[in-house]
């Protein structure tokens, strides 16, 4: 019989195993809400799941404290109190002295609470006191004295407790006796003598402090003397100065050399030399007499022959008088040229001074910062020298006047007693051992489960696994009970199956909706995938055996079917099978029987007439369409090699035939861990879904896993969480 075909359109077999999963900011609704709860577990999560480590811890602990103290003799504590201050404010007047004139200062003197506690337990003063308590018991030394003294301060009070405790109360008594006399000596004697040998301290801080000062001062004054300024900054003023002053003058230098320099040029020439003898008035006198003659020989030759007496003694005096003339040029131009060169010896000279002047400066110049680097040292060490004088001398004088003050004696106000009954130090460190316990016992379980390799919650899945989470799988225990029976033999059961369920108390009833609701939510997010193109065929695997992939797959198809698809659950592993046996189908025929051999598909697949868990709280028209839209194709005969079946083209034709039948198309795949079956599988399909079982899935598993899928380019639509894994 000729199977019916689908209502719905079915995709082309060339799209099957080509589609990848979408970006997860594009299917924010595939996200499990448990996503958003944070990535780190909860404090109380990880208690409740580590109890039983809590818990040991703890006792452990409790016990051996309580061990340690069994044996612990009990202690007897008492103490006494001190006055050590006025309970008005004490004030000091003193004359201090200021220009001028006199003028009185009062000063509230304090006690330094802390530092009194500890001159208290110095062994200095401790000492003379331990003597004392070594007369009546010489075990007592001062470290077990000081182990069990304790002095402290009442806030907000000018009191001292001291208290001291040990296991005898008559001990404790004497000792808190003898201390109370020593610090009562300490506050009338031996505080003076401090007081007197803090002065003498003091003094001899002063003259060594003086001494520097005096020393420093010689020094600075040396320095100044040498580098002969008083202060580096005035003379660092002057120096620019100076520069300034060279330059202009070097410029000015420079400009008359030029005009000397071309003036002596202009001299060698023509015009220069005209220019020169121009000015000359000597030069000029002869020239005047040299024209006057020119001029009359030119008259008397117009008058007389060439030959005429007149005429030959003008042109004598003509004669006589050039050479004279001549001499006087030379010498006019000697003499100009002379002072031009004299001129220009001495800017030349003058420049050199000035720049032998503005390398003298220059060098200052350089030198100043480090003349002042060292002028800031001194002048630093003299300011700290004469502050720290100043502090001595201050302290030196408060100090005078505290030990010419008169002072007040302590007063114990409450005198040691006798103790009565022991601390109850067993109960106290009880207590405190369980408190440590528990403490520990938190440590070591968030320890444990920081190291922890095993993703427990779908937030930590879904980081690891850095895909959708598709949907969580609650936890079942109806699947624990065997709730699945079939009825393919009797179809009765399943009104007597519905009758059971329905007789359950709510809760069950309230947890199998829950666990129906949560593979209609699943079906659903996987429609929303790609709701361009339907997906018309999943594979479903997981990292390693017992995750529950059987479980979902079965569950899934359910779910499907009864949401009005044509859905057939197809039993791919062929190794240990799983689904053939929770829909109790029978195994003669199957899958490996369908690849091998020339049967039609028709004759293996079954129809499932079954109701489940996961169909309870559903109405009864869900329930008949699931009933007759759920199909399933057992495992067949086990196969001593899977693989050369899956990846055979016979394989490849069957999942084309189930995809134009089906709408949707399930296949429970072997582990995906070292082996190729759900690989070689899925890339005939439109992609896969791996199930993590929280609690048992571990990150190493996952990771290796992802990786193998993603080298193969295998869609990966997301992951499941199941935290109720049946398989």
Do not use: C
């Not at 003799?73 to 103490?79: C, L, R």
């Not at 015009?271 to 003659?293: K, T």
């Not at 009970?481 to 009104?495: G, M």
């Not at 779910?559 to 053939?580: E, I, S």
């Amino acid at each position: 019989m000729e199977m019916q075909q689908p209502n719905t359109p079915s995709i082309p077999i060339a799209n099957n195993g080509r589609s990848y999963s979408p970006p997860e900011y594009l299917i924010p609704s595939i996200v499990n809400n448990d996503s958003e709860a944070g990535d780190t577990p909860q404090l109380l999560a990880v208690i409740r799941r580590r109890f039983p480590l809590v818990l040991g811890v703890a006792i452990s602990t409790t016990i051996a404290i309580a061990a340690a103290t069994s044996n612990q003799k009990p202690t007897f504590e008492s103490d006494f109190q001190l006055l050590v201050e006025p309970v008005s404010a004490e004030t000091e007047t003193f004359e201090q002295l200021a220009e001028g004139a006199g003028s009185q200062v009062t000063q509230t003197i304090t006690l330094d609470y802390a530092t009194q506690i500890q001159v208290l337990l110095s062994p200095k003063l401790m000492q003379p006191i331990v003597k004392q308590i070594q007369a009546k018991y010489p075990d007592i030394t001062y470290s077990q004295l000081s182990q069990n003294l304790g002095i402290s301060q009442p806030e907000d009070t000018k009191l001292l407790v001291v208290t001291y405790k040990d296991d005898q109360a008559e001990k404790v008594k004497f000792v808190l006796d003898q201390l109370a006399q020593g610090y009562l000596r300490y506050s009338q004697q031996e505080r003076q003598s401090n007081l007197r040998q803090g002065i003498q301290f003091v003094n001899q801080q002063i003259t060594q402090n003086q001494r520097r000062v005096d020393s420093l001062q010689r020094e600075l004054q040396d320095f100044r003397q040498k580098n002969n300024f008083v202060d580096p900054d005035t003379q660092v003023n002057r120096v620019a100065q100076q520069s300034g002053g060279l330059e202009q003058k070097r410029i000015e230098n420079e400009r008359e050399i030029a005009e000397a320099q071309t003036s002596y040029n202009n001299l060698q020439g023509r015009v220069g030399a005209v220019s020169a003898l121009a000015a000359d008035a000597a030069y000029q006198s002869f020239l005047m007499q040299l024209r006057e003659i020119d001029s009359k020989i030119a008259i008397e030759s117009a008058r007389f022959q060439d030959d005429n007496p007149a005429l030959d003694a003008l042109r004598d005096q003509r004669r006589n008088l050039l050479p004279i003339l001549r001499q006087e040029a030379r010498r006019v131009l000697g003499n100009k040229l002379a002072e031009s060169e004299n001129q220009l010896s001495v800017l030349e000279t003058r420049r050199r001074s000035i720049s032998n002047a503005e390398q003298y400066i220059d060098r200052q110049g350089q030198r100043l910062p480090v003349v002042a680097r060292l002028y800031a040292d001194l002048q630093r060490e003299l300011d700290v020298a004469t502050a720290s004088l100043n502090r001595f001398l201050q302290t030196r004088e408060n100090l005078q006047v505290g030990a010419a003050q008169k002072e007040v004696p302590w007063q114990l106000i409450a005198p040691p007693e006798l103790p009565g009954s022991p601390e109850d130090l067993r109960s106290r460190n009880l207590m405190l051992g369980g408190l440590a316990g528990l403490l520990l016992g938190i440590t070591a379980a968030l320890l444990a489960d920081k190291l922890d390799n095993t993703l427990r919650t779908a937030p930590d899945l879904k980081r690891h696994a850095k895909l959708p989470i598709l949907g969580t799988i609650p936890y079942n225990p109806e699947l624990r009970q065997n709730a699945i029976v079939s009825v393919i033999p009797r179809l009765l059961q399943v009104d007597r199956l519905r009758e059971s369920l329905r007789s359950q108390p709510k809760s069950s009833y309230y947890t199998a909706q829950v666990f129906s609701e949560s593979f209609r939510s699943l079906y659903t997010n996987i429609l929303l995938l790609n709701s361009n193109t339907p997906i018309k065929s999943i594979t479903i695997g997981s990292a390693l055996p017992g995750e529950g992939k059987s479980t979902v797959a079965m569950h899934l198809a359910q779910a499907a079917a009864a949401m009005g698809q044509r859905v057939l659950l197809v039993d791919a592993d062929l190794r240990n099978p799983q689904v053939t046996k929770l829909l109790d189908l029978p195994n003669e025929t199957g899958l490996s029987d369908l690849i091998q051999t020339d049967l039609h598909p028709e004759q293996v697949i079954r129809p499932v007439y079954q109701s489940s868990p996961s169909l309870v709280g559903s109405s009864a028209q869900s329930q008949s369409a699931a009933t007759q839209n759920l199909f399933a194709v057992a495992s067949g005969q086990i196969e001593v090699d899977p693989t050369r079946l899956l990846s055979s083209l016979k394989m490849r034709q069957l999942v084309e035939y189930f995809h134009k039948v089906f709408d949707l198309v399930i296949y429970d795949t072997p582990p995906l861990l070292s082996l190729a079956d759900s690989s070689l599988l899925a890339t005939h399909t439109d992609g896969m879904i791996v199930v993590a079982a929280l609690g048992k899935t571990d990150r190493a598993s996952l990771a290796e896993t992802l990786d193998s899928l993603k080298t193969r380019q295998i869609p990966i639509w997301g992951v499941v969480a199941n935290t109720g894994r049946k398989d």
